[in-house]
């Protein structure tokens, strides 16, 4: 029915409460702005972000998430960031093995001051998923 | 077809005027007891359409019935359906398969655990998850507020095993054959060739099926309660305009005098239902049942001989629509154990199985879910080790269950029987 | 060359407020009874789980006894009431596997005042249960 | 940082054991009589207190792990059942999760479930102080519902696949469970985390070996007055044989596994039969959890929720997290996964869910460079890290966008 109009991805941004919200405070203090439909979502710390976190939205009707966190060696909690790489290549591995689009997931650092960085992630990751299109998983009624 | 279907006029009469060559439904007392609604379509069409209705008319939010799954379809499982299309001949809803992948019972509790649903949602459940809802309910675990109860004189369903090397599609036409004399598929789980409670409590919309010669053809829904009234009412596609069918009483009167549902749902099957054929099932599956409690092994040789090879996944627990603790005793803390026990068990036994509380987990389970067991047979299908876990458990459950003259799923407003007492009672217990 | 006498061992739960005052003065009257009864003091003898039965039975218990306030007596109103019920409950459950422990299990009311009745209770319950012998539960490996 | 990575280095150096020489037992009567009378010995030498081992339960349809210390029972053992229905490695769990016992145990346990174990004690769920751990080599175990449904004709065909215990090449796995015929890791080779380990490939007639496999086994057979002198080089020649013809049967089963799971449409037919009982996880050794996240009230939602997927999809599977448990449990354990194929065993529903995880676990093992069960000193992968390592996964940023944004504004 909606077949006609452009598809808007739903985007889920975890944002980690030091540098990735940082990032989008001084996006807002730079009236900077991104797309509407990236959902920022913020967690204390990359870390502290469970896999399963990064699975749900993606089965419960997102089309992406992104996570943002420190640039490695400014973490917060000195090694939290390094620990969500690992995290985020273990679920990577996992959905590309099941073949359910590992692009969907995105992880890039962004510092407190990259206000730029962070509206361009936004904007660059909600292009990305566009072009992928819808995610499949969302639309299935059995998963 | 359904889209003709749609288009047909709503034909609502009064009871009173049903053409008499119908039997059944029409045969009855003009006034309040009417309560059979014979329709001229088979019963699974019957179902699809009504179901179809009433979600396009949004006189309910969503449908809980059984449906396909995967592309192949090769799975069954239970789904909340919202689009109307699911309903039609070629949709992915099967409400009326006998087969059983959840207690339907626990599902309604997981809906309706934090509240109600702001708008009705029906449910298309056996009879056993109908009677597991309700003891869910009066354990706190579920509101029966919105829902729209729709449950049929059960055939049995046939074993998980036969869902997942597709059997079951093969065996349907025998399955269908045999409830319509009455009569049970032998393959179908000894849990239900035993049941004694195969006709529908507390459903607001009981489709009969046990017996109904013409089950292709014609099905006769009873509305058991004003709900059920309430929502069959209306639905254009029923009540077809072909001559010799009965249809419900439009005007409200006609409709308020069926029984209503005020202070809780009760049973008011009539006389109508109890046909000659669901007795005869009945005198089978007591049969059956007594045979079944019969080859129960019992003392503490049978419960080793028994539970022996229990792999202890507690699967039978997970699946119990009465075990609805998030947190089990028996995963608990207070179950993990001290390296000390287990020495201390060793030097009194000589040896101790590791992990323990093999016997111990099903006794407590007894001691905490008998009274309210409704005999689902969950617990036997899933349990990966084939130990008959049901028959075990609804042998103790009916006799838990005389004790206190209750039975699970008879009555919301009915005391749980270990919440309440009588200051007479059971003087014999204590000496 | 004579074979032990066989000692029963039994779990005796008694409430706070009757049987447990019983018992105690029992022993402050210096009464003579078995010293069979090891006691678990329960608040009211309706916070016995039945798996408290269960489990002594499965760890050795030779016999259970719980033991409260006469009904209309209790502490809570209905404690007792509560665990007439269980109690009968349990023994339904022993009865119908056939474990042959149902009449290892015994309720008595036995109010604070009445420690003649409580030396005399056990005294009748040990009996029984040397009678019966050890209990078939206690040794199994594969429990 | 380079402290850290020697020692990785070494650890994972150390997980190819090549002792020079083990011990001989005996064995004309049979492997396992041997093997059991030898227990039995240890046991009345006092060289342990107790043993836990799987003993046919009375009815004798199948076997539950015993701690015994009468060696009167140990009739009724056998070090290895043709079925695994506890998994070894959760037994041994519960029996030391709250620490090390007082007395001193040998555990016999397939060599999955060993590695089992070794995942347990980093997830400090279980102690190996007090226990000397065990294993054989180990041919899989059969399907536990095809053995339930005969258990006599079960231990029948399982004799008789594992009939020559001395050549891998003559075993036939076909009747074993699908995640043991691809098994490579059934040895002590590549996972040397036992104690002591029973070699019975290369072994000649009437004897195979024990292998000591730590100091700890080193000193068992010092008590027990066993020359450590007999030479291992026909074992570890066929078990390096055997290895490489399994992970080349393992590899080839993945690719072809590959094929039939990838992408939603193919993954939710593996799934379409689920039932939501979580068997598989209650089952699972590495999902020791005492409350699980996908039976908590994370996911207990109003019902408005449920209605308003629904919606959208037009219909909601219920319960509904059929595919969130199944990759969110991966997410979880995966890099732990021995492939013991105890959740398999314990679906039932048939789904091969062993498979579909034992292909996860090796992909996701292999991205985060480590080996579940390999060693005791191996961190956890997701406990650990290094500085430079997995930069594919960092998105890189490109300047470009940035050019468009001040256009806009």
């Known amino acids: 029915m909606s077949g006609e109009r452009e598809f808007e991805p739903k985007i889920i941004y975890f944002l980690c409460s030091w540098c990735g919200s940082g990032g989008s405070e001084t996006a807002a203090a730079h009236h900077l702005h991104y797309p509407e439909n990236v959902i920022p979502s913020r967690v204390n710390c990359t870390g502290a972000l469970p896999a399963v976190h990064i699975v749900r939205p993606l089965i419960e009707g997102a089309d992406g998430v992104v996570i943002s966190g420190c640039h490695p060696g400014d973490c917060h909690y000195e090694d939290g960031n390094f620990r969500a790489r690992r995290r985020v290549a273990l679920v990577k591995s996992l959905l590309d093995t099941l073949g359910l689009e590992p692009e969907r997931v995105w992880f890039r650092y962004v510092a407190h001051g990259e206000g730029q960085r962070f509206v361009d992630t936004a904007a660059e990751f909600n292009d990305h998923v566009k072009k992928l299109g819808p995610n499949p998983l969302k639309t299935r009624s059995d998963t | 077809m359904p889209e003709e279907a749609t288009s047909l006029p709503s034909e609502l009469e009064g009871a009173t005027s049903l053409p008499s060559e119908l039997e059944g439904a029409t045969s009855l007392p003009s006034e309040l007891t009417v309560k059979g609604l014979k329709i001229n379509k088979g019963a699974e069409e019957t179902m699809r359409e009504l179901l179809r209705s009433l979600l396009e008319s949004g006189k309910v939010s969503g449908v809980l019935a059984l449906g396909r799954t995967g592309n192949a379809g090769g799975g069954v499982a239970y789904s909340l359906f919202t689009d109307p299309d699911a309903f039609r001949a070629d949709g992915v809803a099967i409400p009326l398969l006998p087969f059983m992948p959840s207690n339907a019972g626990s599902l309604l509790s997981r809906l309706t655990l934090k509240g109600p649903p702001a708008k009705p949602v029906a449910a298309v459940i056996k009879p056993c998850e109908l009677r597991a809802f309700i003891e869910l309910v009066k354990l706190n675990q579920g509101s029966l507020d919105n829902l729209l109860l729709i449950s049929s004189t059960c055939g049995g369903v046939y074993p998980l095993d036969l869902g997942v090397n597709g059997e079951l599609g093969e065996r349907l036409p025998q399955y269908w054959e045999a409830v319509k004399h009455g009569e049970l598929d032998d393959q179908v789980r000894p849990t239900c060739l035993a049941c004694a409670h195969f006709v529908p409590e507390n459903a607001d919309i009981t489709v009969a099926l046990m017996g109904e010669a013409e089950l292709d053809a014609q099905c006769t829904l009873y509305l058991n309660t004003e709900k059920g009234a309430a929502f069959v009412d209306g639905v254009a596609s029923l009540p077809s305009d072909v001559d010799g069918v009965a249809s419900l009483p439009s005007d409200v009167d006609g409709v308020a005098s069926l029984p209503s549902s005020e202070g809780g749902l009760e049973s008011h099957l009539s006389g109508e239902l109890e046909t000659e054929a669901i007795q005869r099932s009945h005198s089978q599956r007591q049969v059956h049942q007594e045979a079944l409690f019969a080859g129960v092994e019992v003392g503490l040789k049978g419960m080793i001989h028994t539970f022996g090879r229990c792999i202890g996944c507690h699967a039978c627990k997970t699946v119990c629509p009465i075990c609805y603790c998030r947190m089990c005793y028996f995963d608990s803390q207070g179950c993990e154990h001290s390296p000390e026990f287990y020495e201390g068990e060793l030097e009194r036994k000589g040896g101790v199985r590791v992990p323990s509380n093999t016997v111990f987990f099903q006794l407590g389970r007894l001691a905490h879910m008998s009274v309210s067991c409704v005999g689902c047979g969950m617990c036997t299908d899933v349990c990966p080790a084939d130990i008959p876990v049901s028959t075990i458990f609804s042998k103790v459950g009916v006799a838990v269950q005389a004790l206190f003259d209750y039975q699970p799923g008879r009555d919301v407003t009915e005391e749980l029987p270990l919440r309440t007492f009588a200051e007479e009672e059971l003087a014999q217990v204590a000496t | ?143 | 940082m380079n402290d850290k990575d020697t020692t990785r280095h070494q650890a994972k150096r150390n997980t190819v054991l090549d002792p020079p020489c083990g011990a001989l037992l005996p064995a004309e009567d049979g492997i396992e009589a041997a093997f059991v009378g030898w227990l039995k010995e240890a046991l009345n030498r006092n060289i342990f207190d107790a043993l836990l081992i799987p003993v046919e339960v009375p009815a004798e349809d199948s076997f539950a792990y015993l701690l015994l210390q009468d060696a009167a029972i140990l009739e009724s053992a056998s070090p290895l059942p043709p079925v695994m229905p506890v998994q070894g490695g959760k037994a041994i769990s519960r029996l030391t999760m709250r620490g090390n016992g007082n007395k001193r145990i040998a555990v016999v346990v397939r060599p999955c479930e060993a590695r089992a174990a070794v995942e347990l004690v980093k997830l400090k769920q279980a102690h190996l102080d007090n226990l000397w751990l065990i294993t054989m080599d180990c041919p899989g175990a059969l399907l536990l519902s095809d053995y339930l449904e005969d258990p006599a004709a079960g231990a029948a065909r399982f004799a008789k696949a594992y009939a020559d215990r001395r050549h891998p090449s003559e075993w036939d796995r076909e009747p074993m469970r699908p995640v043991c015929q691809i098994c490579n890791h059934f040895s002590l080779r590549q996972a040397p985390v036992s104690d002591l380990h029973i070699g019975t490939l290369g072994s000649s007639d009437g004897a195979v070996f024990i292998i000591p496999a730590s100091p700890k086994g080193e000193r068992i057979l010092e008590d027990m007055d066993m020359p450590v002198d007999a030479a291992l080089d026909s074992w570890a020649e066929q078990v390096e044989e055997a290895e490489q013809t399994q992970t080349e049967r393992r590899r080839q089963a993945h690719t072809e596994l590959r094929e039939t799971i990838t992408g939603p449409e193919r993954l939710m037919d593996v799934f379409s039969n689920c039932i939501n009982c979580h068997n598989c996880q209650r089952a699972c050794p590495m999902c020791y959890c005492r409350q699980c996240y996908f039976e908590s009230a994370a996911l207990k939602l109003p019902p408005e929720n449920y209605l308003a997927r629904a919606e959208h999809k037009g219909a909601l599977r219920f319960s509904p997290d059929t595919l969130l448990f199944h990759i969110g449990r991966a997410s979880h354990m995966i890099l732990s996964c021995v492939s013991c194929g105890a959740c398999e065993d314990a679906c039932p529903m048939d789904i091969p869910i062993a498979q579909v995880f034992s292909l996860l676990a090796d992909r996701a093992q292999e991205t985060l460079g480590y080996v579940a069960g390999g060693s005791l000193e191996e961190p956890l992968p997701l406990v650990a890290y290094e500085m430079d390592e997995l930069h594919q996964v960092e998105q890189p940023y490109v300047e470009i966008y940035h050019k468009q944004e001040v256009q806009d504004a």
């Open chain 3, 1 to 143: 060359m004579e074979e032990q006498k066989f000692r029963p061992k039994i779990v005796g739960f008694l409430c706070n407020w009757c049987a447990y005052t019983a018992a105690d003065s029992a022993g402050v009257s210096r009464s003579n009874m078995p010293p069979s009864v090891m006691v678990v003091r329960v608040m009211c003898s309706g916070r016995v789980d039945p798996l408290f039965v269960l489990s002594a039975f499965l760890r050795g218990a030779d016999g259970v006894l719980i033991s409260g306030c006469w009904p209309g007596q209790c502490h809570y109103q209905k404690g007792n009431f509560h665990a007439r019920r269980r109690a009968a409950m349990l023994k339904g459950i022993f009865e119908t596997l056939e474990l042959e422990v149902e009449d290892r299990l015994r309720l008595s009311w036995v109010s604070a005042s009445e420690a003649p009745r409580f030396v005399q209770v056990v005294e009748e319950f040990t009996g029984e249960v040397e009678q019966s012998g050890p209990s078939p539960l206690r040794d199994e490996m594969f429990l």
